[in-house]
């Protein structure tokens, strides 16, 4: 059997069947949590604004134009829980915080296992180092495979902003990754 799409899953939750909600909590509440723990580092934090997400998409259904993605209106949504948790908490983003880097392939050899868990560890350091709002983009756009326009529709901002916000994050991890070679 095929997997609803996210529009039928909407449409089925429009139509009363609150139960269809559970497929799209299945289908995005790992994404949702991942992102909002990237941002916000606590995983408590990460876990009220995941609830608070897919508790205003559940509000707020009707409002979603299913003209553009699903996925794009509900990362609105965290990106908004998310930045209103890091005003409320006065929280920055800093290097110092733990480790959340994905598990290396388990299909790869020793080495290359190594390698990867370096090298994820070592990227989630350099996102974390670089203020939210590149760090926010730099995630939709490569944990998300997010385009700039869409980007835009998450964050509530043109697209323009967003190719600014990509190259100006790329730019400081290049600075950074420069600065550590030489060390």
């Known amino acids: 059997m095929m997997a609803e799409t996210d529009i039928e899953l909407v449409r089925r939750c429009l139509g009363g069947d609150n139960a269809a909600f559970e497929g799209i909590l299945e289908l995005y509440q790992d994404r949702i949590y991942s992102f909002a723990l990237r941002l916000l580092r606590d995983e408590q934090a990460a876990e009220d604004a995941a609830q608070e997400t897919f508790l205003k998409a559940f509000k707020n259904l009707a409002s979603y ?22 005003r409320a908490g ?23 296992s190594v390698a990867a868990a370096i090298d994820s560890e070592r990227i989630e350091a350099l996102l974390a180092s670089l203020p939210p709002l590149y760090s926010e983009a730099l995630l939709l756009a490569y944990r998300e495979d997010m385009g700039p326009a869409e980007i835009g529709r998450v964050l509530g901002v043109p697209e323009g902003t967003v190719k600014a916000r990509l190259f100006r994050g790329r730019e400081m991890i290049k600075t950074k990754l420069a600065a550590d070679a030489t060390v």
């Open 65 to 86: 134009n299913p003209a553009y993605p699903f996925a794009s209106w509900l990362f609105r949504i965290a990106h908004n829980a998310s930045m209103d948790a890091l």
């Open 90 to 112: 006065g929280k920055t983003v800093s290097m110092d915080t733990e480790d959340f880097s994905d598990l290396p392939d388990r299909t790869a050899g020793v080495a290359e």
